[in-house]
């Protein structure tokens, strides 16, 4: 079956400007995830839906980072007034509810800010 | 500070031989521990865990060992494989939390 898949696989941007991650889960299951890797670290929670419930956002690291999970589907990850710091790859995963402990991931989107 | 630490950034192992990935943790209340693989230019694929009420779980050629009172993990894969070249991510999660917490790996090298 189809797995986690994101888009786009790599952008470049200049800096100040906004950009758009899409992330597309596995059909059914109902948490999703945003990471970044950045160069060197490990990945870095940043934003946690689950089913309807309120996001845990916790791990947004400024009031740039947004992110909304429509119809429990579909997932889009906004940085607005892109640094050079935002350089990273995120990367999305999801898992079903009865395994939240088990997550399948996506590819990534590396982002490169100029 | 990081909770889950990984303090080799690479290891290099010969095929056939046995690879073993260490992980440390500091955070007592951590339950449940997973490892990630990681292909170039891929997501991380989960490979395989174990909860802290167990001090070893083992899936074909992975073996992963928990000493909780030392907090530390380690993953055995044996025989090695070239195939079983990527980075290994260690996580961690406390109980109730659907959060782990990733080291920064270990890039696994097996030479045929």
């Known amino acids: 079956g189809a797995g986690v898949s994101q888009s786009p696989s790599n952008k470049v941007t200049e800096k100040g400007k906004d950009v758009e991650l899409r992330c597309d889960p596995i059909s059914g299951h109902t948490a999703l995830y945003w990471y970044r890797q950045s160069l060197g670290q490990g990945l870095e929670f940043l934003i946690y839906f689950q089913g309807n419930s309120a996001p845990d956002k916790s791990g947004l690291p400024s009031d740039r980072f947004s992110a909304e999970r429509t119809g429990g589907s579909v997932s889009t990850l906004t940085i607005q007034r892109t640094q050079q710091e935002d350089s990273a790859v995120y990367l999305c995963a999801s898992s079903s509810m009865g395994k939240t402990y088990e997550q399948y991931f996506g590819p990534g989107t590396r982002l490169t800010v100029t | 500070d990081q909770q889950v630490k990984q303090n080799s950034p690479s290891l290099s192992v010969q095929e056939g031989r046995i690879s073993i990935l260490n992980c440390d943790y500091t955070?007592?209340?951590?339950?449940?521990f997973l490892w990630y693989k990681k292909y170039p230019a891929e997501g991380p694929t989960f490979l395989i865990s174990?909860?802290?009420?167990?001090d070893k779980n083992e899936d074909g050629r992975f073996t992963v060992f928990l000493n909780k009172s030392a907090k530390h993990l380690s993953l055995h894969i044996v025989p090695s494989q070239p195939g079983d070249s990527a980075v290994y991510f260690c996580a961690a999660r406390a109980g109730g939390s659907y959060i782990p917490t990733f080291g920064r790996g270990t890039s696994l090298i097996v030479h045929p």
């Open positions: 955070n007592s209340m951590f339950d449940y």
């Open positions: 174990i909860s802290s009420i167990k």
